[in-house]
Nanobody, 120 residues
């Protein structure tokens, strides 16, 4: 059974930083792409960043230059370093594992999400 667990969310002021972590188990981590998605109230879920098994990365235009996705294959853990946070980054952030893609349907296991709130 595959488990995906996010951590690191919280409340931060605009301009601040947070680092999200995502621990996975139950599958060979190194073989799969990983992605961070987010969903704000009243909005559709969107891909924030993704990283392939080989280390290729993708960023949404809204976070490029501010967020950094990385993975530690020895620890089966995915990270999202978020800098220069804006109130519009407020959302529930989800970690997912699957195929390297920008659409959520290619990711087959998801975490429960962690809340990120950015105050102005």
């Amino acid at each position: 059974q595959v488990h995906v667990v996010e951590s690191g969310g919280g409340l931060v002021q605009a301009g601040g930083s947070l680092r999200l972590s995502c621990a996975t188990s139950g599958r060979t981590f190194i073989n799969y792409a990983m992605g961070w998605f987010r969903q704000a109230p009243g909005k559709e879920r969107e891909l924030v960043a993704a990283i392939s098994s080989g280390g290729d990365t993708y960023y949404a235009a809204s976070v490029k230059g501010r967020f950094t996705i990385s993975r530690d294959n020895a620890k089966n853990t995915l990270y999202l370093q978020m800098n220069s946070l804006k109130p519009e980054d407020t959302a529930v952030y989800y970690c997912a594992t699957g195929r390297y893609a920008i659409i959520s349907e290619y990711y087959d296991y998801w975490g429960q999400g962690t809340q990120v709130t950015v105050s102005s």
